[in-house]
């Protein structure tokens, strides 16, 4: 077999078999195809797709490319959410511990951020010697002992996605859904859980803009995962406009603990509850309404806040930081953004904001890049809310203020007004499986 054959084969729009899409996946994970030809290959892909054969071939094959992890010896159904990325969007801080309180064995194994939207693992190394690099056993220990673990990807797990995904980002090839469902459930399938739930999101913030492809994505997910032995729900939910009210790292880690004491805004409280408790009717916990009714007391009675003190305890981060959000440091600059005009903030670009934040140093504009923790923007008014000519609508955070003019410009530049007030837009825009 020969990869230049299979690259011109997909390039005709013709059919690839199991083995020829194994042989790919295989042979550039241990380095005997170039990147050039890897690229090539997923071009090819990009511009003629994918057949659903193909994608459970190439998930199957990701999957394969390392260890499958086995978590069976640990007692009860291990479950876990994923969420296609978006901004603002650090609900599985919050969703982990619920579920976790609950009774569910929640193993997470979460990414950083990628282009305009944020990542969990960034996020929780925001937390004073948070580690996301737990061996295998220890990550099991954690799951087993305190009920949740969120950690990075490591290294013997699903490899074949780590290379792919590094590509796929500078080659242009990543917002294709044969790809990305391959590519998240490649890293799920491994994980050894029993339970998923997907988060995809849809809107200006998300690699999906419209509904119809989100719904495509979605459907596509539940079809491999089903396939695959795995219960699954994919949720379609709206990211039309940035989750919350912060974005930035350890903002948005302070947010989930808000969450978790029952004082976050009221969008991120809601997909909080949705998210936990689907993963918990998926599991055979009850009705929708207990199982809402579960997650809801959990975080009413302080367990959800005390899981997520304990995960953090576990995996080396300092408890003093949760106890006290105050001691999170504090970026040393920071500057308000004014209403342009009179009226109702009727668009907010949500992928504009997450540019904001990563030019303010909350993310990476090169792989290479160290983050900001302490950067980030706290949003004071959102799509629908009414607005005077200079009144604040957000405050950027960052610690040079020779950041600010370029972060200001793409902020305004997402912000769209109105005379009278826009149609609201219900947070959760579907259900798949
Ligand atoms: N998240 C992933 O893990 N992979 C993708 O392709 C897109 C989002």
Redesign the pocket.
């Known amino acids: 077999m020969r990869v230049y054959d299979i690259i011109r084969k997909k390039r005709e729009g013709m059919e690839l078999t199991d083995g020829e899409i194994r042989f790919f996946v295989d042979g550039y994970t241990e380095g005997s195809i170039p990147d050039y030809q890897a690229s090539a290959f997923l071009m090819a892909a990009f511009l003629q797709g994918l057949s659903f054969q193909e994608t459970f071939s190439l998930t199957d094959a990701i999957v394969h490319s390392g260890k499958v992890l086995d978590l069976s010896r640990i007692p009860g159904i291990k479950a876990d959410k994923h969420s296609?990325?978006g901004v603002g969007d650090g609900v599985s801080l919050a969703v982990a511990p619920v579920a976790a309180a609950c009774g569910l064995k929640v193993a997470m194994m979460s990414?950083r951020g990628?282009g305009h939207t944020g990542g969990t693992l960034d996020k929780l190394e925001s937390i004073q010697g948070y580690r996301c690099d737990l061996s295998e056993g220890e990550f099991a220990r954690v799951v087993e002992r305190v009920g949740c673990s969120i950690i990075g990807q490591t290294a013997e797990l699903a490899p074949a996605?780590k290379k792919l995904?590094a590509l796929?980002d500078v080659t242009a090839t990543?917002d294709k859904k044969e790809?990305?469902a391959a590519?998240?459930l490649g890293?799920k399938l491994a994980e050894g859980i029993d339970c998923l739930v997907l988060d995809v999101k849809c809107g200006s913030g998300a690699?999906m803009k419209t509904e119809a492809d989100a719904r495509e994505l979605a459907s596509l997910m539940v079809r491999i995962a089903r396939e695959r032995g795995k219960k699954v729900t994919a949720l379609i939910t709206d990211m039309d406009a940035p989750l919350g009210n912060a974005v930035g790292n350890s903002m948005e880690v302070i947010e989930a603990i808000d969450c978790l004491r029952g004082r976050a805004p009221q969008d991120y409280t809601e997909l909080v509850y949705e998210l936990s408790s689907r993963m918990l009717l998926l599991a055979g916990y009850g009705t929708p309404e207990e199982c809402r009714t579960q997650c809801e007391r959990a975080v009413e009675s302080g367990a959800a806040f005390a899981k997520f003190k304990e995960m953090v305890g576990a995996q080396g981060g300092n408890v003093g930081w949760i106890e006290d959000t105050e001691l999170f440091p504090r970026a040393p600059c920071s500057r308000i953004v004014r209403a342009e005009r009179d009226g109702f903030i009727s668009h907010m670009d949500a992928e504009g904001y997450g540019t904001a934040a990563l030019l303010l140093g909350a993310g990476r504009q090169k792989k290479e890049d160290a983050i900001d923790y302490s950067a980030g923007i706290r949003i004071l008014k959102k799509t629908g809310d009414e607005v005077l000519e200079g009144d604040g609508i957000a405050v950027l955070f960052a610690s040079d203020e020779a950041l600010f003019p370029a972060a200001e410009k793409r902020l305004l530049a997402s912000v769209r007004y109105s005379d009278a007030p826009p149609p609201a837009r219900p947070l959760v825009l579907g259900v798949v499986g």
């Open positions: 296609t990325g990414g990628l996605d995904y796929r990543v790809l990305i590519s998240i890293k690699f």
